[in-house]
């Protein structure tokens, strides 16, 4: 998939974060997802659940008709 740079930029001058190359994956958790929700509008997520790094992710298949 093609992530433009600029939003990349644009999340990490909003939050002050740096983000990793991958933008991708690191918005699969949705972690910085619901930091960029709050950042936007004040307490929309009341409680970000941050996994652990020894948890196996679970990974979504979508099948196609």
């Known amino acids: ?3 433009p740079v ?3 930029q644009g999340i990490e001058s909003r939050l ?8 991708l994956a690191s918005l699969s958790d949705g ?4 930091h960029l ?4 509008r004040k ?3 009341p409680s970000i659940h941050i ?6 992710r679970i990974v ?3 099948m196609l008709k």
């Not at 002050?16 to 933008?23: A, G, I, R, W």
């Not at 996994?51 to 196996?56: D, F, H, T």
């Open 43 to 45: 307490g929309m997520i």
């Open 1 to 3: 998939y093609f992530i």
């Open 60 to 62: 979504t298949v979508m």
């Open 16 to 23: 002050k974060v740096t983000l990793p190359d991958d933008l």
């Open 6 to 8: 600029s939003l990349s």
């Open 31 to 34: 972690v910085v997802l619901c």
């Open 51 to 56: 996994p652990s790094a020894g948890v196996v």
């Open 37 to 40: 929700i709050n950042h936007i």
